[in-house]
């Protein structure tokens, strides 16, 4: 099953306004992960923030972890139409052992100019 | 440039022929990982492996098998492949060790199944 749930599953803004992205996941981690996909491409890594940590920034991205909701937001100040991508949150979750990452449902996000 | 390449970018097959979809990294990455990614579904995760050899199941491993025979390549077998597994394929590596395990993707394999 899914470990991550995105909402909303799309969001459609206008250039220059702010893109905020919810995920919620269901079990303890080490680690919560943000990833972006253009179109038909493999997934590329924006951010990753620690299960100790609760925001973290990395240009006009802004993270934010509450493990005790078991949640995270992506925030995306500024948009800009090349930010018109899918964007999904990945848990790393110890089995037995070994890191499984397991990926949500993802969140089109569009740009309009 | 860290790379992972999977070996065909489109490919179709047709119904119950045996597939085999390639990935190879070049990072010296202990963790491999399979996703099938279908609209509505996100990435589901089919099998990963941890090591040469060492496989675990995923969310979704039925209909499917692994192969890890050298540490850079990781294969998926589709034994009979079917329409139902007509699905974008990717396969992504990471390193080992808690915070250490930003994941890097291939550019998918599309798989049409006739």
């Known amino acids: 099953s899914q470990q991550g749930e995105e909402d909303p599953q799309a969001l459609s803004i206008q250039e220059g306004e702010n893109a905020t992205m919810n995920c919620s996941y269901k079990t303890s981690i080490n680690n919560l992960q943000w990833y972006r996909q253009n179109s038909g491409r493999g997934l590329v890594h924006l951010i990753l923030?620690?299960?100790?940590?609760r925001e973290k920034h990395s240009g006009r991205l802004r993270v934010t972890l509450d493990t005790s909701k078991k949640s995270s937001s992506l925030l995306i100040t500024a948009s800009r139409a090349a930010d018109t991508a899918s964007y999904f949150c990945a848990t790393d979750a110890v089995n037995f052992g070994n890191e499984k990452l397991t990926f949500g449902t993802g969140t089109r996000l569009t740009i309009i100019p | 440039d860290v790379k992972v390449t999977q070996s065909s970018r489109y490919l179709v097959k047709r119904t119950g022929e045996k597939v085999f979809l390639e990935c190879v990294q070049d990072?010296?990455?202990?963790?491999m990982f399979w996703y099938r990614q279908d609209p509505g579904l996100g990435l589901r995760l089919i099998y990963f492996s941890y090591d040469v050899k060492m496989k675990e199941k995923g969310d979704i491993p039925e209909g499917y098998s692994v192969s890890r025979e050298k540490k850079e390549r990781f294969s998926l077998i589709l034994e009979s492949a079917s329409t139902n597994q007509t699905s974008m394929y990717l396969c992504?590596?990471?390193?080992?060790?808690?915070?250490?395990?930003?994941?890097?993707f291939g550019q998918g394999t599309r798989l049409t199944v006739v």
């Open positions: 923030i620690r299960s100790n940590e």
């Open positions: 992504a590596s990471s390193g080992s060790g808690v915070g250490n395990t930003e994941a890097f």
């Open positions: 990072m010296d990455h202990e963790n």
